[in-house]
């Protein structure tokens, strides 16, 4: 494997590397400007984006953030108003770059603050950076009733929507006050943070005929006389073109959450969900209905005229569903990535989806073909979540796949026809009144349809059981397994007609290493007659596949019996033995779905999915970050942990813990950290004594192992120029860790006067791919240490923080009195190519304004 070259290296450190956070002062700009320039300035970024971004974090920091010719993005911290730089770490693997600035360290680790707050290539995505946005929008959740009790709204901060259904509040922040909002909701004895469970980003979510419904057998239903008349849809989306011929007179209840004027549909996405779901066909003469023409429709517009909503809009918007006695509601939207369904709309979800009037219907996402990629909410296991086949009933290459990360939750129960749908264009008439569009949003409404279908069928049932007649009648003859479609493509004839129904899914459990015969254990696959006449099922396991996709040839689930008889009106539970510690081989491990398959004449058929999760041989890893006092790393200290086989991994802020505990498969880790050790000489707290960086660029870890990084062992690094004398006033530590000639991980770590030494320690060597580790320093002229007036006196200045450059050298310029350096004082001084003589406060809080004053007055220096 080759290595990275040094270009390579300069466009990938250039991503973390720019966060520098004080200002430049360089003895000869490379510009040619003059040196001796006012000494007033503004900090420069390493990127070469001729339009940076500036970004202000729920921290009040600000940082800017540009783009270099390869794509990199990096991150400039920039002064607080008081002239301050925090101290700042970053993080980019994969395509996203984090910003954590220190007064965020500790809500972090305590899992306080949602880290897509400081996710800033991720909120830029989002149009949430400052010319596009001049607030942060925010969900705040609380323990218990708090949200509805507290009184205290966070200074600088708006309250919105009450979301009840997750104990949350909905809140925007003024990034002009944003500072204020984050002391006092981090305060120890603040009200507005008492009971605060998480603070979250309220997430920007995007939305995500007539041969589909023949596909899914919706024609057959409807000559049976069952459109769904009687039953009411609601479509969450982009709202709806109520004027379109498919949509006129159909939509019985309409509401916006967002920012929009009203819930006209000025994106299209919606009007094209809304008639899949029960448009009449009109502008085709019949031809291209939704799958329940008969139901009402109604139309909550969560996402904007730009396709996209905040999380707070979509539960207010499920709740509204709810209570308005939706029997079914279509939600063709989801987060951009998957998520581990602890996230505001995933809760929400999960709430709702327990009550038994209302089913949601939800995308699994579009972010496949890659496993485990279902987005919020349909990671929710009360929702039925729905993936995307073509016409030949071949998974979607774009329909995310399951199972839910974390929980192992199987995702999605059922799939339907989502690629090339034609439906009404918003907007279009005539010709222009059909527009086709692929994704898990067309899927979606299919099976939104086919539930007012089954519940028109039986208007008594529970969501439960809509749900389980949709999942046990889908076609298991399609090439996709169950992490693809679940149960399988959706049959809405077969739904409304089959006199038994199954489980819509069946969850086996977790097994930890090592497996063995105690972990053995059957679970409950229940089968339900609905008819007046006893049925005789004949059972069998089928398309088991481990973690990798491969067949499992081993009894890691088998049936006791091939046949059971369910008697009518009954429901018979047959169990399926589950063995863990059954033979699997090293990639088959994880996540093993398969289905239970009931056959009976008369064309019967119920298919139920089932999953466990198997979990791979793993040790224990304990990571130790001593700083260079002896004791257990605090403050900013962080860890990295990233698997070298699978480039993944987390980042932990130490707090001083005695260790970072892992369990962790046998292999080759990437071990990088940062240690801080506070300057015990400072009666202020804010210095720091060092800041160390120690690695391990690949760890082979084959039993339980402890692993010590001790700053102690830490060597000091130091700067010397040869031409001049300098003064260093802040570094930036970075490393890169790259697979492949890729670069997958990187980090920075960016220190201003407040840290005296700066450390390293790396020992061993990347065997595959490439680790490199650099130090980037600020050089300056040294502080000016006298000034010689006319008649001999002198003047010892005191210098100051304000991002200006230092003065380098020697020079003659005339000193006027600019009294308390307002702009009216200086053009009364003549400052212009003078040097401004002002006073300061006591506690010299008003040099940063002074000295941008006097920039703008040409003086040559304050």
Not at 245 to 261: H, M, Q, V, W, Y
Not at 463 to 491: F, I, N, Y
Not at 770 to 798: C, M, N, T, V
Request: net charge neutral; charged share 20%.
């Amino acid at each position: 494997m080759r290595p990275i070259s040094r270009t390579a290296l300069g466009t990938a450190t250039a991503a973390v590397l720019a966060v520098t956070v004080i200002a430049p002062s360089v003895a000869a700009p490379p510009d040619g400007r003059d040196a001796n320039r006012p000494i007033t300035g503004s900090a420069a970024t390493a990127a070469t984006d001729p339009k940076p971004v500036t970004l202000t974090l729920v921290t009040g920091d600000k940082v800017l953030v540009t783009t270099d010719a390869s794509g990199a993005p990096a991150a400039t911290a920039l002064p607080r108003p008081d002239g301050s730089v925090p101290l700042v770490q970053t993080r980019q693997s994969g395509p996203d770059l984090y910003v954590y600035p220190e007064s965020a360290v500790s809500a972090l680790a305590a899992g306080t603050v949602d880290e897509e707050l400081f996710n800033v290539t991720g909120l830029i995505r989002q149009g949430y950076d400052d010319s596009r946005a001049d607030s942060v929008p925010l969900i705040a959740t609380y323990t218990g009733d708090t949200a509805r009790r507290t009184l205290a709204t966070p200074r600088g901060a708006e309250r919105g929507a009450a979301l009840d259904i997750i104990g949350g509040l909905a809140l925007t922040a003024d990034k002009k006050r944003a500072a204020d909002f984050w002391a006092d909701l981090t305060a120890p004895r603040s009200r507005a943070g008492s009971g605060l469970k998480k603070l979250w980003l309220d997430r920007k979510v995007q939305a995500s005929l007539d041969k589909s419904t023949k596909q899914v057998g919706a024609d057959r239903a409807w000559a049976a006389g069952y459109d769904g008349t009687g039953t009411k849809v609601a479509v969450l989306d982009t709202g709806a073109d109520a004027e379109h011929p498919d949509l006129k007179g159909r939509i019985t209840a309409a509401e916006n959450f967002t920012d929009s004027p009203d819930t006209d549909d000025f994106q299209g996405h919606g009007t094209h969900v809304a008639s899949t779901v029960g448009g009449s066909g009109a502008a085709s003469d019949g031809k291209n209905k939704g799958v329940a023409p008969g139901a009402d429709l109604m139309v909550g517009k969560v996402l904007n005229d730009s396709g996209s909503g905040a999380a707070s809009w979509i539960i207010a918007g499920m709740q509204w569903a709810v209570d308005n006695k939706a029997d079914v509601v279509s939600m063709s939207l989801g987060s951009a990535e998957p998520t581990d369904c602890t996230d505001p709309m995933s809760q929400a979800a999960t709430e709702l989806g327990k009550n038994k009037d209302t089913l949601f219907v939800v995308a699994a996402g579009n972010l496949g073909p890659s496993l485990n990629t279902v987005s919020s909410p349909g990671c929710a296991p009360g929702v039925l979540t729905v993936g995307a086949v073509d016409r030949d009933d071949s998974t979607a290459n774009f329909s995310s796949r399951g199972p839910a990360i974390v929980s192992h939750t199987l995702k999605p129960e059922i799939a339907a026809p989502g690629v090339g749908i034609s439906a009404a264009a918003a907007g279009g008439r005539g010709s222009q009144a059909y527009r086709s569009m692929s994704g898990t949003s067309m899927a979606t409404p299919h099976v939104a349809g086919a539930a007012a279908v089954v519940k028109q069928r039986h208007p008594d049932w529970t969501t439960q059981q809509v749900k389980a007649a949709l999942v046990s009648s889908a076609s298991s003859a399609v090439p996709g397994d169950v992490r693809e479609t679940g149960g399988g493509r959706l049959d809405v004839d077969r739904a409304i007609r089959t006199p038994v129904t199954g489980a819509p899914a069946v969850q086996g459990g977790t097994f930890n290493w090592p497996q063995d015969k105690s972990d053995r254990t059957t679970v409950a696959v229940p089968y339900t007659n609905t008819s007046g006449k006893p049925v005789k099922l004949s059972l069998k396991v089928a398309g088991v596949t481990g973690n990798d996709g491969s067949a499992v040839r081993s009894k890691i689930a088998s049936l006791g019996r091939t046949s059971v008889t369910v008697p009518a009106g009954e429901t018979v539970e047959v169990p399926l033995a589950l063995d863990p510690a059954a033979r699997l081989t090293a990639a088959q491990y994880g996540d093993v779905t398969g289905r239970v398959l009931a056959t009976a004449t008369g064309g019967v058929q119920v298919s139920t999915p089932f999953s466990l999760y198997v979990a791979p041989e793993t040790v224990t890893l304990r990571v130790k970050l001593v700083d260079r006092t002896g004791k257990p790393a605090d403050g900013v200290s962080s860890l990295d942990l990233i698997g070298t086989d699978t480039a993944s991994g987390e980042r932990r802020f130490n707090e001083g813990a005695t260790d970072q505990t892992f369990q962790v498969r046998p292999g080759a880790y990437f071990v990088s950290s940062f240690i801080a050790t506070p300057d015990t000489t400072d009666p202020t707290g804010r210095l720091v004594g060092s800041v160390g960086y120690l690695a391990r660029p690949q760890l082979t870890v084959t039993k339980d192992t402890t692993l010590v990084l001790d700053a102690r062992k830490a060597h000091r690094l130091k700067v010397r120029t040869e031409d001049r004398a300098a003064e260093t006033r802040g570094a930036t530590l970075a490393f890169g860790r790259s697979w492949d000639d890729t670069w997958l991980h990187s980090g920075s770590i960016s220190g201003t006067g407040i840290v005296k030494d700066y450390l390293v320690d790396v020992q061993g060597k990347a065997r595959d791919g490439d680790f490199e580790f650099a130090s980037f320093w600020r050089a300056y002229a040294p502080q000016i240490q006298k000034f010689s007036l006319a008649g001999g006196a002198a003047l010892h200045p005191r210098p100051a923080t304000t991002g200006s450059v230092n003065l380098d050298g020697t020079g003659r310029a005339e000193v006027v009195d600019a009294g308390t350096g307002s702009a009216a004082e200086l053009e009364a001084a003549g400052a212009k190519g003078r040097i401004a003589l002002v006073k300061v406060g006591d506690d010299a809080s008003n040099v940063l304004a002074q000295a941008r004053a006097a920039e703008a007055a040409g003086a040559k220096a304050l």
